[in-house]
Structures are given as C-alpha cells and as structure tokens.
Nanobody, 117 residues
Framework: QVQLVESGGGLVQAGGSLRLSCAAS????????MTWYRQAPGKQRELVAS?????????NYAASVKGRFTISRDNAQNTVALQMNGLKPEDTAVYYC?????????WGQGTQVTVSS
C-alpha cells in the first residue's frame, strides 16, 4: 500500500505557472504507474498526465494540457511532479495524484489550483 500527499496548489493569474508535487510513502514507489487527475466543480474527474513505472520513460497527456504541462518522477525521493505552465482559467480544479500497481489504485487528498483571468 502507498500513501500519497499532494502539495503546491494555489492561486495564480492566467499565463502563470505552478509546480505540483506528490510525495509517496513506501519503498516500492518505482513500481507504480503515477497519474495526475483533476476535477473541476460540476465536472467529472479527468486524466491530466501519466508516467510509467521505473524510469518514467513513457508519458501521456490530455490534449488540453499537452505542450503546457510536464509530468516527471524522482524515484529516489518518492515523488512525482506536475509542472504547469501557461495556465488558463479552465485549468482551475482540484488536482489529485494517483498510484497504480497490479490492479490497485491509491489516491491523495487533492490540492486546489485556481487560475484567475
């Protein structure tokens, strides 16, 4: 089992940047596929970006964030980050970190990102 804690959310103006971080407990972090999701008020949770286990060679992005957001992982620090540049008001949401391994998914509590126009 893994526990996840997100940080780095906040209020930023449109065009600005934020860096979200997700810290994971446990010694097997590198084995987990990691994903950032977001959920805006009144909307379903959606995948933002994902990164493969191990070296994180494979990444995947939602079309709406491709070219603006970058996901990365540091297995030595048990962290996964989401660098968000060129933020838009429509990026406003609660952002969640999720870990996946062998059919099991684990979630953090979420961090609020608000982008003002």
């Amino acid at each position: 089992q893994v526990q996840l804690v997100e940080s780095g959310g906040g209020l930023v103006q449109a065009g600005g940047s934020l860096r979200l971080s997700c810290a994971a407990s446990g010694s097997t972090f590198s084995m987990y596929g990691m994903t950032w999701y977001r959920q805006a008020p009144g909307k379903q949770r959606e995948l933002v970006a994902s990164i493969s286990p191990g070296s994180g060679r494979n990444t995947n992005y939602a079309a709406s964030v491709k070219g603006r957001f970058t996901i990365s992982r540091d297995n030595a620090q048990n962290t996964v980050a989401l660098q968000m540049n060129g933020l838009k008001p429509e990026d406003t949401a609660v952002y969640y970190c999720s870990a996946y391994l062998s059919g099991n998914s684990y979630w953090g509590q979420g961090t609020q990102v608000t982008v003002s126009s």
